[in-house]
């Protein structure tokens, strides 16, 4: 059975505690592959790796820092197919959607690597004296991350953690941990010198929170739950450690009467089911105008009636299995909930039937309506395959609709009026918002959330500040 690793100051090691786990498939319950699991000791070991490695790679010129971000980037393609698989039989994301996921990963690495280069700093002349603005790499960070995207998350920390100068400790998810693994090692794998990044597996709770605590770290970059995050936040304040918190979200979907009605039934369904509703940006509740919301909720069925549902190495099949029966019981759960204060099940709200089926985490699209906020669904992170559509009347409504909620990660609209875009764009309380289109994601703007969501943001020039502090040297003539 496949065997992984961590990755310690640039060797594979064992964990101190020589204990291993068995990763199983979601789809079939198979075994995956055999995961070391480390302890503290080992998330020490690879910190003191990451302090040492610090003062020669911090001090290095950005080309070559580029140029090895790009090298691995082309190594990271080459391992795509054998990475994607890695990924879609350890947590069961579609096979065509775990190789987009590992090549987009690849293409943050290139972006970070130009990115790192142009990071420029200010002079100030003020009458008798200058002042020259620098920033510098904060030093060894940790990079903790979810099972839900393991491998881009990682690519959206590690690409500008390096780019900077920073060397890094990276621990992934418990449930998740062998394609980021091998990620890691195909970055590596371009000559990093020894400690400059590494790789510890073991639970949160203690691996992780030793990351979190432990004086050597500067800087923690976390992608999880919001209950995690705000954990972390506490933690890493007794050392007043920076902190990058991406954390959960619960993203309203608006689609007004003059929208492309098409085009918002294809965005809802792609958002709503894409990955099994398993991600941070899923729409996860749906308001449509009155005037149109028969014809886009009958486009919205039709649909999702036609997803296949299936082996998830099948490069035809648009959902697999959920990552876990914990997972799938808290969906079932909240449409229950639903189910119970006056929603009506459209379609899906149950477990696909069939031999192939039937030892994995399967669970049908599911669509509702006549839901209010009253429902766990439209309040909590379901993190499940289901989209509840509610009428609204008006703009007003929309807004109100849409800001009642304690998170604000993303947020889409569908109209056809450029003023109505903008107006409700700058009215909703996100860090990103999608008009008349089902994406939030490009590497060149930022990424982040507002409210309970997080702290901080990712991608662009800004995902790279984050990991740099601000030096003002001030020069008398
Ligand atoms: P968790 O918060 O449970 O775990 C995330 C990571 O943190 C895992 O590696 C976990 O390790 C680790 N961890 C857990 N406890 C601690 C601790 N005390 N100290 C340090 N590390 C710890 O999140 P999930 O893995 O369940 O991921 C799903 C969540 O991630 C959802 O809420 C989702 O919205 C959010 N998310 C946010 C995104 C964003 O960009 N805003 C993007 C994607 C997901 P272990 O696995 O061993 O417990």
């Known amino acids: 059975m496949y065997r992984s690793m961590m990755l310690i100051n640039g060797e594979q090691v064992e964990g101190a505690s020589g204990r291993s786990e ?4 979601p789809a079939n319950q198979e075994p995956v592959a055999e995961v070391v ?35 691995a980037a ?86 500008p953690a390096l780019a900077a100068g920073c060397t890094a400790v990276a621990k992934p998810s418990s449930l998740a941990p062998v394609a980021a693994t ?58 007043l450690k920076r902190v990058s918190l991406e954390l959960g979200g619960h993203a309203p979907m608006i689609v007004f009467d003059d929208a492309d009605i098409d085009a918002a039934a294809g965005a809802c369904v792609r958002r709503a089911f894409g990955n099994m509703g398993q991600v941070c940006i899923s729409v996860n509740r749906v308001y449509v105008d009155d005037a149109i919301a028969d014809d886009f909720t009958e486009k919205v069925i039709r649909r999702t009636l036609d997803l296949r549902i299936g082996n998830p190495l099948d490069p035809e099949v648009d959902l697999g299995p959920m990552v876990s029966g914990a997972q799938r019981r808290k969906t079932v759960e909240h449409i229950e909930d639903a189910l119970r204060k006056g929603a009506r099940l459209l379609c899906g709200g149950r477990e696909p039937e069939g031999d192939l089926f039937a030892k994995g985490y399967y669970f049908m699209p599911t669509v509702l309506s006549d839901v209010d906020h009253t429902m766990r669904m439209m309040r909590e992170e379901t993190f499940g395959p289901v989209a509840p559509i509610m009428r609204f009347s008006g703009e007003e409504e929309a807004v109100r ?9 993303a947020a889409y609209i569908y109209t056809d009026s450029m003023r109505r875009a903008i107006r409700i764009s700058e009215r909703i309380e996100a860090g990103s918002i999608g008009v008349n289109v089902g994406s939030v994601i490009d590497h060149h703007a930022p990424f982040g959330g507002w409210k309970q969501s997080g702290i901080g943001r990712e991608l662009s020039h800004r995902g790279l500040e984050e990991y740099m502090e601000i030096k003002h040297i001030r020069l008398g003539l």
């Open 22 to 25: 068995i990763i199983h498939n």
């Open 37 to 71: 699991i480390g302890d503290v000791s080992d998330a020490v070991r690879a910190l003191e790796a990451a302090r040492h490695a610090f003062p020669e790679w911090s001090s290095s010129s950005p080309k070559i820092r580029c140029n090895l971000l790009h090298d």
């Open 74 to 159: 082309e190594i990271v393609r080459q391992r795509a197919d054998h990475i994607a698989e890695l990924l879609t039989m350890e947590m069961g994301k579609p096979i065509r959607d775990s190789r987009r996921e590992v090549l987009s990963a690849a293409d943050s690495l290139d972006y970070f690597a130009e990115e790192g280069l142009r990071n420029t700093g200010d002079w100030i002349a003020t009458g008798d004296t200058r002042s020259i603005v620098t920033k510098q790499p904060i030093g060894v960070v940790s990079l903790i991350t979810p099972w839900n995207y393991p491998v881009e998350l990682l690519a959206w920390k590690a690409g």
């Open 182 to 239: 091998e990620f890691i090692m195909a970055i590596n794998d371009a000559g990093l010198p020894p400690g400059v990044l590494n790789i510890v597996h073991g639970s949160g709770d203690t691996v992780g929170a030793e990351l979190v605590t432990n004086p050597i770290s500067r800087k923690i970059s976390f992608t999880g739950e919001t209950s995690t995050g705000r954990w972390i936040m506490e933690a890493a304040a007794r050392h």
């Open 401 to 409: 609709l849409a800001n009642d909620t304690e998170y604000g990660l």
